[in-house]
């Protein structure tokens, strides 16, 4: 309560703060940018308090950063292996996950902030730039009250904050902020046809598959469609803009292949494809949060609460309103079914009858949770909401703008008790959380073909790097990097070690400069690795260098390049032809 009790008196204080200017200044407005900037801070003050929570993902974000860096450092630019999970054993976590935000917290740690406090910058700045962002694809259509409404919603969806504080979902805040900034660029090259445009679709459609797995997979379908009702409503060459919009996806999805490749194609390779079981909440919790009188979106338990919104919920009632208003432009009517049809599908979705089409639909079945099309949601009614100010009767022309501000604050006050984690580990530092990293082992992205009860036994027993199975054989030299181990071995009869280190499809073992035959076939049964090794003196190199998949992805996202340029050169060459010809 201590922390609601602070949250509620910076808030008051701000409130008051404005109400005072605009009563001593009335006719000097606060740029809307600065009021929705103050307003998402809010949320991001407790953040900030010594420590890491008590719950939640956060400990575990700064810990793979850890690890992402020292794998930076090291000279692997795509890191996939957790060297030191597992009682130092290692699983291929990176290979698995999404990789964009570790690169943003790495580049803040190398500026010399803490692990901890780059993460605690991570989320903050993440969640007030998704704020601007919503705002600045918003204000492409619609004006700046409409626009200001739609990204307070946003902000303070019920959603959002729950990932922000009690989930900790790192990728998820990422796509909040790049989802909004894609619709804005396809707007963009639809209506320019313009270099910068295809290169901003290009990069930021990239940058959602590099930081997250489910938002491309549920926006893309959604994202080709609205373009394909802005482009009926855009002047000019259609083919040429449709091409373009179109290409720049395809570019994207081939340069990103060496990320999702993998993930799509090889995850039968670990535990997580045989989990396929998807998680309902009842109905109702959708509509009313079940805490403190519908307040609170956490329980105590930990559970997370799956509420659309209070807000939200009015904005969709009025949106099925809207559909009868008659003066509503026509672009936006498309628009209105549009994104109305986006927010029912996804609530009907996510109700316990609509389970088999999860089993169904590609790449659902891979989700754990129903509730993360809410998502989509979050998404939606922002939209929504700018549309019903806009072109709702009773709203556009007989309620002024003070009402719908008001809206806007009641929308900020009832999420109050949710801007803030439930409590702290204040002692906590970079070094204790990086003494716990071998005390963890996901299971969900451990190698499928391990024998998990006696894999864990031996996480808190390992016997170092190498250990001697059968024979007289001596180790002489071990050295070891993070995606490597370098070893010299001097056997005096054949005989047997093992590399004390997961045995995943991918690592690659070299003998006195060729490579071992049959590597696979000798390990791929195996939890670690072994090597059977002959009489005499080896230099060994055990490298992780990938699959074959994911190699040939990374063939396709470099060969990917030499298009991107083609197109690009294309693009200069046909701006400089209108110019001249101008």
């Not at 990204?151 to 990728?171: E, K, N, V």
């Not at 290169?199 to 469609?225: C, E, M, R």
């Not at 609460?305 to 009632?317: C, D, E, N, R």
């Not at 432009?329 to 927010?343: E, G, M, P, V």
Request: hydrophobic share 50%.
């Amino acid at each position: 309560m201590k922390l609601v009790f602070i949250n509620a008196i910076i808030f008051t204080f701000a409130l008051c703060f404005w109400l005072t200017y605009s009563y001593i200044y009335p006719r000097k407005k606060i740029p809307i940018y600065f009021i929705l900037i103050a307003c998402s801070l809010f949320p991001i003050v407790s953040i900030w308090r010594k420590g890491v929570f008590e719950s939640g993902d956060f400990s575990l974000h700064a810990q793979l950063a850890m690890l992402f860096y020292e794998s930076l450092k090291e000279g692997v630019l795509v890191p996939k292996w957790a060297t030191d999970f597992c009682g130092l054993y290692g699983y291929p976590h990176f290979f698995y996950f999404y990789k964009l935000p570790y690169y943003i917290t790495s580049l803040f740690h190398e500026v010399g902030l803490s692990y901890i406090a780059s993460m605690k910058l991570l989320f903050s700045s993440a969640y007030v730039i998704s704020g601007l962002s919503m705002y600045i694809f918003l204000r492409n259509h619609f004006s700046k009250t409409a626009s200001f409404l739609g990204a307070i919603l946003y902000l303070f969806t019920p959603y959002q904050l729950t990932g922000l504080h009690f989930r900790h979902d790192l990728g998820e805040l990422f796509g909040y902020i790049l989802i909004p900034i894609l619709f804005l660029a396809t707007d963009k090259l639809l209506k320019y046809s313009k270099l910068q445009y295809w290169l901003f679709v290009l990069i930021t459609y990239s940058s959602l598959i590099f930081s997250h797995h489910i938002a491309p997979v549920l926006i893309t379908l959604p994202l080709i469609i609205y373009a394909s009702i802005s482009l009926h409503f855009n002047p000019g060459n259609k083919k040429k803009r449709l091409f373009l919009f179109l290409s720049a996806l395809l570019l994207s999805i081939l340069l990103t292949a060496f990320h999702w490749a993998p993930m799509v194609f090889e995850s039968h390779l670990v535990y997580q494809h045989r989990m396929v079981d998807i998680e309902f909440v009842p109905t109702w919790w959708y509509l009313y949060s079940p805490w403190r009188y519908g307040l609170l979106f956490q329980g105590n338990k930990g559970q997370l609460g799956t509420l659309i919104g209070y807000s939200h919920l009015v904005i969709v009632l009025l949106s099925f309103r809207l559909l009868y208003v008659v003066g509503v432009a026509k672009k936006n009517r498309y628009f209105l079914k549009f994104f109305l049809t986006l927010t029912v599908l996804a609530f009907l979705l996510m109700q316990p009858f609509s389970e088999k089409l999860w089993h169904i639909i590609p790449l659902f079945d891979n989700f754990q949770f129903a509730s993360r099309l809410l998502a989509v949601t979050t998404f939606t009614i922002p939209f929504l909401s700018a549309l019903v100010v806009t072109y709702h009767p009773r709203i556009s022309r007989h309620i002024n703008k003070r009402i719908i501000y008001i809206f806007a604050l009641m929308s900020v006050v009832y999420t109050i008790l949710n801007w803030g984690n439930r409590g702290m580990i204040p002692e906590a530092t970079d070094a204790s959380l990086r003494g716990q990293i071998r005390s963890l082992c996901g299971q969900l992205l451990m190698p499928a073909h391990n024998d998990i009860g006696s894999f864990l036994t031996k996480i808190s027993n390992r016997a170092g790097e190498v250990e001697v199975i059968r024979g007289d054989i001596e180790i002489k030299n071990i050295q070891r990097s993070s995606h490597s181990l370098l070893l010299e071995v001097l056997a005096l009869e054949r005989g047997v070690i093992q590399i004390n280190t997961t045995y995943f499809l991918g690592w690659n073992a070299i003998d006195n400069g060729k490579s071992i035959k049959n590597f696979h076939e000798i390990n791929k049964n195996n939890n670690f690795i072994r090597l059977n090794i002959s009489e005499g003196h080896h230099r060994i190199k055990i490298q992780y260098t990938g699959t074959v998949i994911s190699r040939l992805a990374t063939g396709v996202s470099i060969l990917s390049i030499f298009p991107v340029g083609i197109l690009a050169l294309y693009l200069i060459h046909s701006r400089k032809r209108i110019k001249s010809s101008v």
